[in-house]
């Protein structure tokens, strides 16, 4: 039972563009989403989270929107950078836990 | 950032053998580490929620005699394959709740360790 789902293996961009990496869920009980970033074996590291009560979240270049209607939500990047090439993985906490159910990631590549 | 740091890195061992792998905060106090396990091009599957000063809690279908898991201080956890076998073969990462914060959900990762069984 996958509750969190990537379901874009792999996404290519040119330089100076925008990334869009999306994510759907099924849990409901889900009240934290987060974004990791990670390279080949490295450990993952934390990019931006959104609570289930806001629809936007926004750090620099990185926009986090959710979709609670949808159970969907996506990351973009933008302008998208050479440096952001790497496998994002999508992430839920249920409320009330803090352990992550992470989706299956979606290797992004940013072209010069 | 917090930082969480993993011993060893990288791990080759012979079936049948044992072998631990070392998670620590290093500067702040988790009373909860969690370890992953990532089989190649696949998601981070959590094995178990580590607990400081109790048993670990295991997460369906994972042995918990075969991935000893033991978190003696807020610092330090550790997950220990007992007669490891090739299909144990994998990345293990490990994850700690910083105590006080985290309020976002954020967890802090540690670099992992790759084990190999030949």
């Known amino acids: 039972d996958q509750q969190v789902k990537q379901n874009s293996p792999s996404l290519s961009v040119q330089e100076g563009r925008i990334s869009i990496l999306n994510c759907d869920y099924t849990?409901?009980?889900?009240?934290?989403f987060l974004w990791y970033k990670k390279y080949p074996a490295e450990g993952p590291t934390f990019l931006i989270s959104?609570?289930?009560?806001?629809d936007k979240n926004e750090d620099g270049r990185f926009t986090v929107f959710l979709n609670k209607s949808a159970k969907h939500l996506s990351l973009h990047i933008v302008p998208s950078q050479p440096g952001d090439s790497a496998v994002y993985f999508c992430?839920?906490?249920?409320?009330?836990?803090?352990?992550?159910?992470f989706g299956q990631g979606t290797r992004l590549t940013i072209n010069p | 950032g917090a930082v969480v740091s993993q011993h060893p890195s990288w791990v080759i061992c012979k079936s049948g053998t044992s072998v631990k792998i070392e998670c620590r905060s290093l500067?702040?106090?988790?009373?909860?580490m969690f370890w992953y396990r990532q089989f190649p091009k696949q998601s981070l599957m959590l094995m178990a929620t580590?607990?400081?000063?109790?048993?670990?809690?295991?997460e369906q279908g994972v042995e918990k005699d075969k991935f000893l898991i033991n978190h003696a201080s807020l610092t330090l956890s550790t997950l220990t394959v007992t007669s490891a076998h090739p299909e144990d073969s994998s990345f293990y990462i490990c994850?700690?709740?910083?105590?006080?914060?985290?309020?976002?959900?954020?967890?802090?990762f540690g670099e992992g360790s790759r084990l190999t069984v030949l």
């Open positions: 994850s700690a709740s910083r105590v006080g914060v985290s309020v976002t959900g954020e967890l802090f």
């Open positions: 849990n409901s009980m889900f009240d934290y």
């Open positions: 500067d702040f106090q988790a009373t909860t």
């Open positions: 959104i609570s289930s009560i806001k």
């Open positions: 580590s607990n400081e000063g109790s048993k670990a809690t295991y």
């Open positions: 992430a839920a906490r249920i409320q009330g836990a803090q352990k992550l159910v």
